[in-house]
């Protein structure tokens, strides 16, 4: 089935499209990225996980049932060497989910231009190589597909002692705005999903860091992101993911150029 043209089947059987489906995830390894490779993996989709930290080249099954392949997002050869052995291995990418990211933290007067620097080159220009090159192959392939990146609600507002990664994921959006514009056409739906708290090691450690900067212990700052959502508690990866799975459905086909927030009420514009 081309992705877009469930039909009322998308209702009873909501990620019957994706059954059998290349999908690429980046940053896979853990955090967001491990909860949405696993729920590609649970709808039968065949995923390749891809992550800085894993060496290799060609996609490599993995006993968890998705398929493991390295990659530097900020670097175009290597974005380019894995959708190309992505595509030689398991076929056409239908899917791409973008999760690969970072922060710094410090305030914009204190903020190393090396600093600023790296936030930008992972988060805006890796998820903008990412989306490139998905694009353009499914541009090639003339078949509809879907390309989410993980942008996060740091792409609409603004936070203290994270200039740097509050500028990159605001690029993140106007990316995804700007893309599915140009893809529409052709049936590419382009969306961003924006996190808000969630439980992920990048979250446990700008709790200590950003204490530190604001003279507070992780704890409190952790009793802080509790007190600011009206759910009453932070996310996990799942809750991301969900969305992500929803995204990449036929469910959502008449989707594009959102930024949908995952924030447990936090964000609401």
């Given amino acids: 089935m081309s992705l877009g043209e469930g039909g009322n089947a998308a209702f009873t059987r909501p990620f019957a499209s994706l059954e059998g489906e290349v999908v690429l995830i980046t940053g896979a390894r853990q955090g967001i990225g491990a909860g949405v490779r696993d729920a590609f993996v649970a709808v039968g989709a065949r995923v390749v996980g891809a ?29 380019e060497a894995l959708a190309s052995a992505v595509e030689t291995s398991l076929g056409t990418i239908a899917v791409v989910v973008n999760c690969a990211g970072l922060s710094t933290m410090a305030r914009v007067v204190d903020t190393p231009v090396g600093d600023w620097d790296l936030d930008e080159r992972v988060n805006a ?22 390309i989410i990146l993980v942008a996060s609600q740091a792409a609409k507002n603004g936070y203290r002692c994270m200039g740097a990664y509050v500028a990159s994921k605001h690029a993140v959006l106007g990316l995804t705005r700007t893309l599915s514009i ?27 860091e950003g204490g530190r900067l604001r003279g507070m212990t992780a704890q409190e700052v ?12 932070t996310g996990t990866p ?9 995204l990449a459905s036929d469910l959502a086909s008449y989707m594009t150029g959102q930024g949908i927030n995952v924030t447990g009420g936090m964000t609401m514009h």
């Fill in 125 to 146: 220009r890796g998820s903008f190589l990412v989306a490139r090159a998905v694009a353009r192959r499914l541009e090639d392939a003339g078949r509809g597909g879907r």
């Fill in 51 to 79: 992550d800085l930290a894993w060496q290799e080249r060609i996609p490599t099954r993995d006993p968890e049932g998705y398929w493991r392949a390295h990659v530097d997002v900020a670097d175009e050869d290597s974005v």
């Fill in 238 to 246: 799942q809750d991301v993911a969900g969305v992500c799975l929803f």
């Fill in 182 to 208: 140009e893809e529409a056409h052709l049936g590419i739906t382009v969306n961003a999903v924006c996190p808000g708290i969630i439980e992920t090691p990048m979250k446990h450690r700008e709790r200590v």
């Fill in 222 to 233: 952790e009793a802080e992101d509790n007190s600011q959502v009206p759910l009453g508690r």
